[in-house]
Nanobody
Framework: QVQLVESGGGSAQAGGSLRLSCAAS????????MAWFRQAPGKEREGVAA???????TYAPSVSGRFTISKDNAKNTLYLQMNTLKPEDTAMYYC?????????????????WGQGTQVTVSS
């Protein structure tokens, strides 16, 4: 059974940085495609960044050049480095795993989810 635990969220000023972590158990990060999603109040969950195992990382246009997705295989952990944060990045961020095919940044492509970590960016 896939278990994902996100951490690293919090408050930041616009222009600042945060790093999110997603610790996986019952699941090998190294050999699986994973992604980060976010959901702001009143909005649908959207894909932010994906780390496919046989392709280059992919990013939503809104975060490209500011966010970086990476893996630490030894720690079995997925990361999201977020730089140059903007108020519109404020959302609950979720780690996604158990890729079932389809678009890397579509919610329906994943079958495993963490509980989320809140990111709040103030101007």
């Amino acid at each position: 059974q896939v278990q994902l635990v996100e951490s690293g969220g919090g408050s930041a000023q616009a222009g600042g940085s945060l790093r999110l972590s997603c610790a996986a158990s019952g699941y090998t990060v190294r050999s699986n495609s994973m992604a980060w999603f976010r959901q702001a109040p009143g909005k649908e969950r959207e894909g932010v960044a994906a780390s496919p195992i046989y392709a280059a990382p992919t990013y939503a246009p809104s975060v490209s050049g500011r966010f970086t997705i990476s893996k630490d295989n030894a720690k079995n952990t997925l990361y999201l480095q977020m730089n140059t944060l903007k108020p519109e990045d404020t959302a609950m961020y979720y780690c996604a795993a158990d890729f079932r095919g389809g678009d890397w940044l579509e919610q329906r492509s994943y079958n495993g989810w963490g509980q989320g970590t809140q990111v709040t960016v103030s101007s």
